[in-house]
């Protein structure tokens, strides 16, 4: 018997839009062997999903296998008999889905689902399958491993469901897991327990697996080889220390040249200089809960301050008290040293001009039924009362400023383009109004490194160029490190500590700051390792902000 | 528990609250206009004393909120007052043998009863059945198939669907009467049988209207993740609707169920006129055109009673079939 | 009958099994076959069965004509009439490929026949009513001498060649007044759910739009408004109504009161989708830039809003269309004297009666009806062609 566990040869994959069947994958090979973890990396759209999927001889309906093999333990997939792939699915060849929230049937007790393979395939009875399912639970350091199978999933948060799902898949000792982007959805630091647990059952029970996933920092910690994927080919394939030291194609190059673009730090602030927007001890609420606590912080003129924090933290909240859409229940906002009116509605057009917004999903910021020249030519009618000519001179300049081609794009709709130059139309908006303070709301996180790296770039440049100050929104510490002058940290509403970026970089930090810092994946392969021993393995994830808290 | 205990509570006091609004807005839709029942009542050549002396006897001419109170009152205690149309029987030909909205609406509510029953008897396990179908074999002959048909006996007027199965199964084929006139002392199957047209016809709307809410229902369900999960288990494709699906399923389908019962009351006005069938809905009609306004009131009460309850019904049921709050955090 | 059914139901099961066990075998285990699970396999030979019953039907129907009492007459018309409808649908279908500007034969390209039958029989309906006053051979009041209902305008059959549907009781040109009907019951269907949609929309969207108490009030009163079935509501204000107004003024009010209760609906819908779109990142923008409220309501909102409402608005027609006609042939919807479909049904109803010995009259009862059902599952094929249309391109 040989080692081979997977083997795809020339698969070619294609899915149904429009009324016709389109390729989704252009002939792909693939081999996986007995206990070997392969990392599968690409940008969105590259097929990765369907590829891993494929790998378990299933298609989503609406696709379709047109071409190629796949093999798993020498049984042929693509022909096999419906019951023959029924027989393989969640006893030899396992699934972790990306949402592990909606992937869990809201009806049933997770033990419950947890049991449903094995007994199934007749592996385990049912009080065996339970009383191992609660053994994997506890070597997946969930909290309770006793009881915590015996809730419902709307009662278990993200990271735990995400780790009773490779609970799941373990529970018939699979040969074959695939994981499909298991820690997109979750935050930073709750994403390294779910990773170092993966990893680590993957190694006791020397399981293979198929690790998805666009983030190269995580596949580095969990792959023994990687494979990179682009719109349906394969660029490369390589084992993953040669892949991060040596990389071969220009793409897979370039993918690993974005971490490199960085500012440099800015020199310190003139004491007493007016700030472009201070925010003074603001504390908001939304209805009765209150979610911001005594927020303070400056923008001075020319400079970025990004406001990090996870998911929840206040972040996207403190713009909306900024830009009056979530009017303040103590505290004020100051802009050039006038105090704004709290609402929006009460403001100028002066005042509304003068603070603009980039948002975060391109695609919900413009107007899906109207052009480019519209979108851009409103606000500069609206506030300059430019019509005419002289409107199409200035959304020309405009559009030049942003690099795209006048001519070519005025006419266009927003779904003619890609993310990247949607992303820049919202730039343009903004600069529109000619403001002189812009917040950008997790501009970058939605689009694929490189195109992001192009907007970082072209928004430094903006501000090099027309004296912007910018409030960046982020959870993403490789962009705050890219862009900012000074840092904000925020958690549970509350600001934990500010200061300027290479202050902030260098320890000593407040503990919290420490941990966001420390969970941000690095490129070393080695790093997840490190970072483990250096936390001791009871110090991980939950142990860890409880001691913050 | 508590919390869905309390949810229901609310619900519960909501659709009487509800129910009050609606009696309102039936009473002053029929009572603030300005129009001489008295005049209906006793036809074109009445003196002006015996409008007054009418209108005094019906206590119209007490003011508005007094005589909804009043109303509203004698509705709850049961006593649902005397139609137009027999006091002016009583007033025009004498005795006083008033024959009460109570007593003439009793039987006919059986009847309605009896043929919405009927019509839910057939027409739920057929559209259910006919709704997953169509949903598990989505794209096939079968579903485009069901697709157009029911999009056909939805489009069709409830009075062409009467005369069509009038024509085909009671005059070509004389399987059943064309008119519906049930008796008292008729055996249940002959009963049925005579009530089989009326409920026919009904069916074809309803079914038609929830299958393809059943179908939408369950495609909706097939499409999430945690099924797609269940087949990547390796789980046999009757254990993912019976075990996966199903109890996920039950929400909307209760739904689909009360929202097309509710709809049946509505059906069911047409219908019975079409076969002069002794309900409620043909009482009603009658009543709208005679401008019968205590018996217009009381009817209309009736179908919104029903109706309001059925969607109270729904939404009761889809509160206890969400496992999210049976079991709260 | 009922045991024929029986039969091909029981007669399948063995039938089904058969079906998959030689598809196996003839083709030598093909996955199509072998992965065919029973259900699939016993729709197959009960559809094939059906099919063939209805074949064989339509043939003993030819060898049974001749006399005039004939008890396939119906059957072998609607036969006719499926496959005409068909014929003309994939016509249509064709014509509109090939002619047209690029945009259209496009759209032509992706449609399915039902929508195409139904895109050409909107026009046909639509040429009728607009030019009724040309089309119909005579007034929808006139009435012409003697009644005559035999229809086909046959003299050897007792029919009358100037009257090619015949007359109904009181001797008016059945064709006319189907003719008028069309301008009628239609044209006020129509007007009835621009008011209705006039209404709905503009108090959907400023309730998505403004929130606050205007959207709490607007939505409680729509709440208690659909407490009471549509038709349930329609009959009792009808009530009301008609101790105020007669005749043709009570046809207006009725449209009134039709297109209010249908207009919450339509507020129901337009909130939703309104609230979706009020939510998107575009419309914080407008605000912030400072933009009024006719702005945002006709410039961002309802320009995003067109496909989901042009869909509702082709239901909501039918839904108007039909409440109108069964009014109508309540007795209480359109009021003479004009003509429509509702109170043609009503007032021909008898005749269906004669369909065992005369069946061309009772046929000529079931016109009006057939007329209404014919419009209505038009519009409905084109509607669910658009949202299938719509729903397709967000995937």
């Given at each position: 018997m040989s080692d081979q566990l997977v083997k795809i040869r020339g698969l070619k994959i294609e899915g149904r839009s429009d009324e016709t069947w389109n390729p989704i994958i252009n002939g792909v090979d693939l081999d996986l062997n007995k206990g070997e973890v392969l990392g599968l990396i690409g940008e969105s759209g590259a097929g990765k999903s369907t590829m891993g999927l494929a790998a378990m001889g299933f298609t989503r309906d609406?696709?379709?296998?047109?071409?190629g093999s796949v093999e798993f333990d020498g049984i042929d997939l693509v022909n096999a008999p419906a019951a023959v792939k029924r027989g393989l699915l969640g006893k030899r060849i396992a699934y972790v889905a990306q949402s592990a929230a909606a992937s869990f049937n809201p009806a049933h007790k997770l033990i419950d689902q947890h049991t449903e393979a094995p007994t199934q395939h007749s592996v385990q009875s049912k009080a065996e399958s339970e009383k191992d399912g609660i053994e994997l639970y506890r070597r997946l350091r969930l909290p309770d491993p006793d009881n915590?199978?015996?809730?419902?999933?709307?009662?278990?948060s993200g990271g735990q469901l995400q780790r009773a799902m490779t609970a799941m898949a373990m529970s018939c000792r699979p040969d074959l897991i695939i994981f499909d982007e298991p820690t997109t959805a979750l935050d930073v630091t709750t994403q390294i327990e779910v990773l170092a647990s993966i990893r680590d059952i993957v190694e006791q029970f020397n399981t293979a697996a198929i690790y998805i996933t666009h983030d190269l920092a995580v596949v580095a910690q969990m792959a023994d080889k990687i494979k990179v994927l682009l719109k349906g080919d394969e660029v490369e394939e390589a084992d993953t220390r040669t892949m991060l030291s040596a990389p071969k194609q220009e793409y897979t190059k370039s993918l690993w040249a974005v971490r490199s673009f960085q500012r440099p730090q800015k020199p310190a602030v003139n004491v007493g200089a007016t700030p472009v927007v201070s925010v003074q001890n603001v504390t908001a609420a939304y209805g009765t809960v209150p979610v911001l606590f005594d927020v303070s912080f400056d923008i001075h003129a020319g400079r970025t301050v990004a406001v990090v924090g996870e998911s929840g933290s206040g972040k996207s909240t403190t713009a909306r008290c900024i830009t009056g859409l979530l009017p303040p229940k103590q505290g004020h906002i100051e802009f050039d040293g006038q105090v704004l009116p709290l609402d929006y509605r009460q403001r100028d057009k002066n005042q509304l001009r003068q603070a603009q917004m980039i948002y975060q999903m391109a695609d919900t910021a413009l107007n899906p039924r109207k052009t480019i020249g519209e979108l851009i030519g409103r606000p500069v009618q609206f506030y300059s009362g430019k019509t005419g000519a002289e409107k199409r001179k200035r959304v020309d300049e405009l559009l030049e400023q942003i690099e795209l081609e006048p001519t070519q794009y005025f006419n266009r709709l927003p779904s003619e383009l890609s993310g990247g130059q949607k992303q820049r139309i919202g730039i343009a908006r903004a600069l529109a109004a000619e403001p002189k303070f812009i917040i950008c709301d997790e501009v970058t996180s939605a689009l694929d490194q490189l195109v992001a790296e192009g907007i970082l770039k072209l928004l430094a440049d903006l501000q090099d160029k027309l004296g912007l100050s910018y409030m960046f929104i982020t959870h993403d510490l490789a962009t705050v490190r890219a862009i900012s002058d000074e840092v904000v940290v925020m958690k549970d509403g509350k600001v934990v500590e500010q200061g300027p970026k290479d202050q902030m970089f260098q320890p000593p930090h407040h503990p919290y700051t420490d941990l966001l810092l420390s969970s941000v994946?690095?490129?070393?392969?080695?790093w997840l390792t490190t970072l483990l021993k250096e936390r001791g393995v009871d110090n991980i994830g939950d142990a860890a902000v409880d001691k913050m808290a | 528990m508590g919390s869905v205990g309390k949810i229901i509570l609310q619900r519960l006091a909501l659709g009487a609250l509800t129910l009050v609004i609606v009696s309102f807005v039936i009473f002053a839709a029929v009572n603030a206009l300005p129009g001489d029942f008295a005049a209906a009542i006793?036809?074109?050549?009445?003196t002006e004393e015996a409008k007054t002396a009418i209108r005094a006897d019906i206590g119209l001419d007490r003011p508005f909120f007094e005589r909804y109170f009043t109303w509203l009152g004698s509705i709850l205690t049961g006593d649902l007052g005397v139609s137009y149309a027999q006091m002016m029987f009583a007033t025009n030909l004498g005795g006083d043998q008033l024959i009460s909205i109570t007593d003439q609406i009793g039987p006919r509510f059986f009847n309605t009863m009896f043929l919405a029953g009927l019509t839910a008897v057939i027409a739920v396990p057929l559209s259910l059945t006919i709704g997953v179908l169509a949903a598990l074999y989505r794209g096939s002959v079968f579903d485009r198939v069901a697709n157009v048909t029911t999009l056909s006996s939805i489009s069709a007027p409830e009075f062409f669907l009467a005369y069509v199965l009038i024509l085909f199964l009671a005059v070509i084929n004389p399987l059943f009467p064309v008119i519906a006139l049930p008796e008292d002392g008729m055996s249940l199957i002959e009963r049925a049988r005579i009530t089989m047209l009326p409920a026919l016809t009904l069916t074809l709307v309803v079914t038609a209207h929830m299958m393809r809410m059943t179908r939408a229902a369950i495609l909706n369900l097939l499409a999430s993740p945690y099924i797609e999960m269940a087949r990547l288990k390796g789980v046999s494709p009757m254990r993912v609707i019976v075990v996966h699906a199903l109890p996920n399923a039950l929400a909307p389908i209760i739904n689909v169920i009360a929202l097309n019962l509710a709809y049946l009351i509505t059906g069911v006005v047409v219908v019975e006129v079409v076969f002069v069938y002794p309900g409620i809905g043909q009482l009603f009609v009658d009543a709208v055109k005679n401008r019968d306004i205590p018996m217009v009131q009381v009817c209309c009460l009736i179908f919104a009673a029903a109706y309001i309850l059925l969607n109270l019904t729904a939404d009761v049921m889809s509160i206890l079939s969400n496992p999210r709050l049976r079991h709260p955090k | 009958m009922i045991t024929w059914l029986a039969a091909v139901l029981l007669g399948s099961i063995p039938g089904g099994w058969l079906f998959r066990f030689l598809g196996q075998k003839l083709t030598n285990n093909r996955p199509y076959f072998r992965d065919m699970g029973f259900g699939m396999a016993f729709g197959y030979v009960l559809g094939a069965a059906i099919l063939v019953s209805a074949i064989w039907m339509y043939i003993v129907s030819w060898s049974t004509a001749g006399a005039i009492p004939d008890t396939y007459f119906f059957y072998r018309t609607a036969v006719h009439g499926l496959i005409l409808f068909a014929i003309m649908g994939v016509a249509f279908l064709w014509f509109g490929r090939l002619v047209g500007t690029a945009g259209t034969r496009k759209l032509f390209r992706s449609m399915p026949v039902t929508a195409a039958f139904g895109i050409l029989i909107i026009i046909l309906y639509a040429i009728c009513a607009i030019f009724a006053d040309f089309i119909a051979?005579?007034?929808?009041?006139e009435v012409l001498g003697n009644a005559n209902?035999?229809?086909?305008?046959?003299p050897a059959l007792g029919g009358n060649p100037d009257f090619p549907l015949g007359t109904d009781q009181i001797g008016r040109d059945i064709l006319s007044r189907l003719i008028y009907g069309a301008q009628n019951t239609v044209g006020i269907a129509f007007v009835t759910t621009c008011l209705a949609f006039f209404l709905g929309v503009t108090g959907g969207f400023l309730a998505s739009t403004l929130r606050g108490w205007t959207d709490q009030v607007l939505s409680r009163l729509v709440d208690v408004l659909m407490a009471i079935p549509a038709l349930i509501f329609a009959l009792l204000l009808i009530t009301a109504a008609s101790s105020l107004f007669t005749g043709f003024g009570l046809t207006v009010a009725m449209i009134v009161i039709i297109a209010v209760i249908d207009a919450t609906r339509v507020f129901r819908l337009a909130r939703a989708v309104g609230m979706n779109i009020v939510v998107m990142d575009y419309i914080e923008a407008a605000k912030l830039r400072g933009e009024g409220l006719g702005y945002l309501i006709f410039r961002e909102i309802l320009p995003n809003a067109t496909a989901p409402l042009l869909a509702e608005f082709g239901l909501r027609f039918c839904f108007v269309f039909l409440t109108i006609a069964s009014l109508s042939f309540l007795g209480v919807g359109i009021q003479p004297p004009l003509a429509d479909w509702g109170t043609m049904v009503r007032d021909l109803s008898q005749f269906i009666n004669f369909a065992s010995f005369a069946p061309q009259v009772s046929a000529v009862a079931l016109l009006p009806a057939l007329a209404i059902a014919l419009l209505t599952v038009a519009v409905n094929f084109v509607v669910d062609w658009m949202l299938h249309k719509s729903s397709g391109l967000k995937e």
């Open positions: 609406g696709c379709r296998i047109s071409g915590i199978g015996f809730r419902y999933p709307h009662q278990v994946p690095e490129m070393d392969p080695d | 006793l036809g074109q050549g009445a | 051979p005579y007034g929808q009041e209902v035999v229809p086909g305008g046959n």
